[in-house]
């Protein structure tokens, strides 16, 4: 018994410590797991303000824009973008959007196809009050299910998103379900320049070169609302970036209907397989060159690059496609001989004249000045495309802008200075027209 009770004692020690060191470690493991499968908190700061959206150099709408935020010094971390920052995740990822407005109008964010919760759905005056200026507030949710969504002001939908206030959100999935070579997301979008009228004379702003020399009868109505620009990520034609691919590659084009039209997008030259519907995957995947996406619809698409070139990606509904919705896939053997998008040279002076105009209804004089020399240097880059004939016209518009230098250096009367930059105005447009039309050869 002397012996026997000892040994006893010490196995039973020993499967004690046992159990309990494979329950320590089933405990971990299940804790690893655990941290694993919901991965991390990804935490991201907006902020909506008011902006110039340039939806080509030169044409310019006032609009309303998201931006990052930087909450330790409470101020812009970058300039608000139309569209706004794109905000990417995992799948598993706890997501935390902090709003902050900094606009005049209130705002909420919805996020577009996400299974939110009820207190994060942003509807205003439902799920919550909307956020006034310079107040914030916090969204989270759960990213459950990888896909394409996106971001938007939910006061007002007939006004606030097309003003510009929208973004895509994409939940990347845990594990790749197809190899791909590159990604491209495409958020489509119209603009009413009447729109940004009437809400830039609300607020005092400058409207925009597309807009200011418009009229309203009355109150804008929403329901009167005639679009006249067409975009994709913000942009028109032929200012959209061309989407890069190379011959074999498998591309992924993720298809956002940011807008209040509908829209059918239209590939030359190739097909692509629709792989996923509104965040969700499609168990029998369609091969298509062109899909019809109503507002708020998204769409994966699969594209494989087999057939070399330089080719149309546009809406096929004719006037979107005239107005701005309109872009090209170039292959990485053809930039060479990309000729469509190539900017004239008149562009970059429209660009500083918009901007120059901003300032003069703004009345930062000092912000015209680097402008107006900028828009001189430009004039005499393509001074050598003007042949002799129309010396007499270059001329005039080069004594237009040293007119328009020489009042700012000076002491500017607003009146004159108003006039002088419409007549440099004129002589642009004109020169532009003369570029277009002859043979500078």
């Given at each position: 018994?002397?012996?026997?009770?000892?040994?006893?004692?010490?196995?039973?020690?020993?499967?004690?410590?046992?159990?309990?060191?494979?329950?320590?470690?089933?405990?971990?493991?299940?804790?690893?797991?655990?941290?694993?499968?919901?991965?991390?908190?990804?935490?991201?700061?907006?902020?909506?303000?008011?902006?110039?959206?340039?939806?080509?150099?030169?044409?310019?709408?006032?609009?309303?824009?998201?931006?990052?935020?930087?909450?330790?010094?409470?101020?812009?971390?970058?300039?608000?973008?139309?569209?706004?920052?794109?905000?990417?995740?995992?799948?598993?990822d706890h997501v935390k959007v902090?709003?902050?407005?900094?606009?005049?109008?209130?705002?909420?964010?919805?996020?577009?196809?996400?299974?939110?919760?009820?207190?994060?759905?942003?509807?205003?005056?439902?799920?919550?009050?909307?956020?006034?200026?310079?107040?914030?507030?916090?969204?989270?949710?759960?990213?459950?299910?990888?896909?394409?969504?996106?971001?938007?002001?939910?006061?007002?939908?007939?006004?606030?998103?097309?003003?510009?206030?929208?973004?895509?959100?994409?939940?990347?999935?845990?594990?790749?379900?197809?190899?791909?070579?590159?990604?491209?997301?495409?958020?489509?979008?119209?603009?009413?320049?009447?729109?940004?009228?009437?809400?830039?004379?609300?607020?005092?702003?400058?409207?925009?070169?597309?807009?200011?020399?418009?009229?309203?009868?009355?109150?804008?109505?929403?329901?009167d609302r005639k679009a006249r620009?067409?975009?994709?990520?913000?942009?028109?034609?032929?200012?959209?970036?061309?989407?890069?691919?190379?011959?074999?590659?498998?591309?992924?084009?993720?298809?956002?209907?940011?807008?209040?039209?509908?829209?059918?997008?239209?590939?030359?030259?190739?097909?692509?397989?629709?792989?996923?519907?509104?965040?969700?995957?499609?168990?029998?995947?369609?091969?298509?060159?062109?899909?019809?996406?109503?507002?708020?619809?998204?769409?994966?698409?699969?594209?494989?690059?087999?057939?070399?070139?330089?080719?149309?990606?546009?809406?096929?509904?004719?006037?979107?496609?005239?107005?701005?919705?309109?872009?090209?896939?170039?292959?990485?053997?053809?930039?060479?001989?990309?000729?469509?998008?190539?900017?004239?040279?008149?562009?970059?002076?429209?660009?500083?004249?918009?901007?120059?105009?901003?300032?003069?209804?703004?009345?930062?004089?000092?912000?015209?000045?680097?402008?107006?020399?900028?828009?001189?240097?430009?004039?005499?880059?393509?001074?050598?495309?003007?042949?002799d004939e129309y010396f007499e016209?270059?001329?005039?518009?080069?004594?237009?802008?040293?007119?328009?230098?020489?009042?700012?250096?000076?002491?500017?009367?607003?009146?004159?200075?108003?006039?002088?930059?419409?007549?440099?105005?004129?002589?642009?447009?004109?020169?532009?027209?003369?570029?277009?039309?002859?043979?500078?050869?």
């Amino acid at each position: 018994m002397k012996i026997r009770f000892p040994l006893i004692f010490i196995l039973s020690a020993i499967g004690c410590f046992l159990a309990f060191a494979v329950f320590f470690l089933n405990a971990t493991q299940e804790e690893a797991s655990s941290k694993t499968e919901k991965g991390q908190t990804k935490v991201f700061h907006l902020y909506a303000a008011d902006m110039e959206q340039e939806l080509s150099q030169g044409t310019t709408l006032y609009s309303w824009g998201f931006g990052l935020w930087n909450p330790e010094k409470k101020a812009p971390a970058s300039p608000p973008s139309i569209p706004g920052p794109e905000i990417r995740v995992k799948e598993g990822d706890h997501v935390k959007v902090v709003f902050h407005n900094q606009q005049k109008e209130m705002h909420t964010i919805h996020f577009h196809g996400i299974d939110n919760s009820f207190a994060g759905d942003g509807t205003p005056e439902m799920s919550q009050h909307a956020t006034m200026k310079n107040e914030s507030f916090t969204y989270e949710f759960d990213a459950t299910k990888a896909g394409t969504y996106f971001y938007h002001c939910h006061v007002e939908p007939d006004r606030h998103p097309e003003m510009g206030l929208y973004g895509a959100i994409i939940v990347e999935p845990k594990t790749p379900k197809y190899k791909t070579d590159g990604e491209f997301t495409l958020l489509l979008s119209e603009r009413d320049p009447l729109l940004s009228l009437s809400e830039g004379q609300e607020a005092h702003e400058y409207v925009g070169t597309a807009a200011e020399h418009l009229h309203l009868d009355g109150e804008y109505d929403t329901t009167d609302r005639k679009a006249r620009y067409y975009t994709i990520n913000g942009k028109i034609d032929p200012e959209i970036p061309p989407l890069p691919v190379k011959e074999g590659g498998t591309y992924l084009i993720r298809l956002i209907n940011a807008g209040s039209e509908v829209h059918t997008f239209h590939t030359h030259g190739h097909h692509f397989k629709v792989i996923a519907s509104d965040g969700r995957d499609l168990e029998n995947p369609m091969t298509k060159d062109s899909i019809t996406i109503g507002p708020g619809e998204k769409y994966d698409l699969l594209l494989k690059a087999n057939n070399p070139g330089i080719w149309p990606i546009h809406c096929h509904m004719g006037p979107h496609a005239t107005h701005g919705m309109h872009m090209m896939m170039v292959y990485d053997k053809y930039h060479d001989k990309m000729t469509h998008g190539n900017m004239s040279p008149v562009s970059g002076a429209k660009h500083h004249l918009a901007l120059l105009k901003q300032y003069q209804f703004e009345k930062k004089y000092d912000l015209m000045k680097p402008e107006i020399a900028e828009i001189r240097n430009g004039l005499h880059e393509f001074y050598n495309l003007v042949s002799d004939e129309y010396f007499e016209e270059w001329t005039a518009l080069d004594n237009a802008a040293a007119s328009v230098e020489q009042q700012l250096n000076g002491s500017a009367d607003p009146a004159v200075l108003e006039k002088s930059i419409d007549d440099l105005e004129q002589k642009i447009n004109a020169m532009e027209e003369i570029l277009q039309t002859s043979d500078m050869s």
